[in-house]
């Protein structure tokens, strides 16, 4: 019923391939690696041809970086992986707003409002963006927390 929708996956998966996952994955858990040290760490029994070719695309990329150690290169990751998320993320939900304006703010807090977390990390997100103070926040904490909010 839902064959309109893209087939690609969710999060990251849905916007790297398999492979490029799958390093990035082996890169965020170890400081630096050459080639041969990441295609051996990998589960899929890729050729060192076909890993040396990925992370070469992920320098361009530039979610990896290298320097050459005498006769190879030593590669490590750019930036973490809530980075990378973040970044992914703010891409594509900016397409979406730009493909469909009103209509996907709508139906994002259409999604976020049946639930209570989300629906209260975007308030205080919007109370953020309208108070930059950090103010308006206080207005809704509770008594209980005293008066450390409070400035003279």
Request: aromatic content about 6%.
């Amino acid at each position: 019923m839902s064959s309109w929708r893209g087939s690609r996956g969710q999060g990251l998966a849905g916007h790297f391939g398999p492979l490029e996952l799958a390093i990035l994955d082996v890169m965020w858990s170890s400081a630096e690696l050459d080639v041969s040290t990441c295609a051996r760490r990998l589960d899929g029994g890729q050729a060192y041809t076909t890993v040396k070719t990925v992370m070469e695309r992920l320098v361009i990329k530039e979610l990896l970086a290298r320097r050459k150690e005498g006769r190879q290169y030593v590669y490590w990751a750019r930036s973490s992986r809530r980075e990378v998320e973040q970044r992914v993320a703010a891409e594509q939900v900016r397409q979406v707003v730009d493909g469909f304006g009103d209509l996907a703010v709508a139906n994002f807090v259409r999604t976020v409002s049946g639930d209570a977390d989300q629906l209260a990390q975007v308030r205080a997100l919007l109370a953020g963006i309208a108070d930059p103070s950090g103010e308006a926040g206080m207005a809704g904490k509770d008594e209980s927390d005293g008066a450390a909010g409070v400035s003279a």
